[in-house]
T-cell receptor, first 116, second 109 residues
Framework: DGGITQSPKYLFRKEGQNVTLSCEQN?????MYWYRQDPGQGLRLIYY???????QKGDIAEGYSVSREKKESFPLTVTSAQKNPTAFYLC???????????????FGNGTRLTVT | QKEVEQNSGPLSVPEGAIASLNCTYS??????FFWYRQYSGKSPELIMF????GDKEDGRFTAQLNKASQYVSLLIRDSQPSDSATYLC?????????FGKGTMLLVSP
C-alpha cells in the first residue's frame, strides 16, 4: 500500500531540545515538502526537496533543518532555535517528473509536536 | 510574496443546500488551483484541481476558475453533515503550493 508515513503521530519535548520528525514515502516521488500548520492557520512551507541531496528553504525555514540522503526519506529537525515549535507538521510529496505547476501534493498523516 | 485569501468562516448551511467557498489569489501568473478538505486533527486530502477557466465538475463538487478576476471557487451541492470540515485553497507556483488559511464549513442536519 503506497503512501507517506510520518512518525510519530504525537511528540512531546522539553524546551531547548532538538527533535527530529520522520517522513518516509514509497510512492517513488521525487519532490518532498515540509509544511507547518498552526490553529486556524493555513499551511506554511518550511523546506522542500526536488531531488536527492538537494533542498531549498521555504517561507519559514529559520530554526529548522532537513536532509535528503535517500529518495524515500526527508526528515525534519526542529532545533532549539525555533521560537514557537508547537504545531502540526505535515510532510508531502509530488509524483515523479511532475515537479511542475500542475501537480497536486499528497500528504502524510502529520505529526503533532508539543514543546513545553 | 504570493497570497491566497479565503474567508475563515464558519460558513453554515443546512443539509441538502449548496455550499459556496471562495478564494482569491495575488499572483496573476498562477496556473493551477487545488481544493483540499481537512477534517479536524487530520491531514488535507485533495478534492479537486482546475487549470482552465470555467467550471469543472466531479460528483457533488464543482470548481470554478476565473483567471481574469484571480478568483477560484468550490461549490458543494446537496451538502451533507459529513462535508463539515475546513476547505483549503492552494495555488501552484513553480515548485510549491501556496495555501490559504481555509474556510470552515458547517453543515447542519
Amino acid at each position: 500500500d503506497g503512501g507517506i508515513t510520518q512518525s510519530p503521530k504525537y511528540l512531546f519535548r522539553k524546551e531547548g531540545q532538538n527533535v527530529t520528525l520522520s517522513c518516509e514515502q514509497n510512492l517513488n516521488h521525487d519532490a518532498m515538502y515540509w509544511y507547518r500548520q498552526d490553529p486556524g492557520q493555513g499551511l506554511r512551507l518550511i523546506y522542500y526537496s526536488q531531488i536527492v541531496n538537494d533542498f531549498q528553504k521555504g517561507d519559514i525555514a529559520e530554526g529548522y533543518s532537513v536532509s535528503r540522503e535517500k529518495k524515500e526519506s526527508f526528515p525534519l529537525t526542529v532545533t532549539s532555535a525555533q521560537k514557537n515549535p508547537t504545531a502540526f507538521y505535515l510532510c508531502a510529496s509530488r509524483p515523479p517528473g511532475r515537479t511542475d505547476i500542475n501537480s497536486p501534493l499528497h500528504f502524510g498523516n502529520g505529526t503533532r509536536l508539543t514543546v513545553t | 510574496q504570493k497570497e491566497v485569501e479565503q474567508n475563515s468562516g464558519p460558513l453554515s448551511v443546512p443539509e441538502g443546500a449548496i455550499a459556496s467557498l471562495n478564494c482569491t489569489y495575488s499572483d496573476r501568473g498562477s496556473q493551477s488551483f487545488f481544493w483540499y478538505r481537512q477534517y479536524s486533527g487530520k491531514s488535507p486530502e485533495l478534492i479537486m484541481f482546475i487549470y482552465s477557466n470555467g467550471d469543472k465538475e466531479d460528483g457533488r463538487f464543482t470548481a470554478q476558475l476565473n483567471k481574469a478576476s484571480q478568483y477560484v471557487s468550490l461549490l458543494i451541492r446537496d451538502s451533507q453533515p459529513s462535508d463539515s470540515a475546513t476547505y483549503l485553497c492552494a495555488v501552484s507556483g513553480y515548485s510549491t503550493l501556496t495555501f490559504g488559511k481555509g474556510t470552515m464549513l458547517l453543515v447542519s442536519p
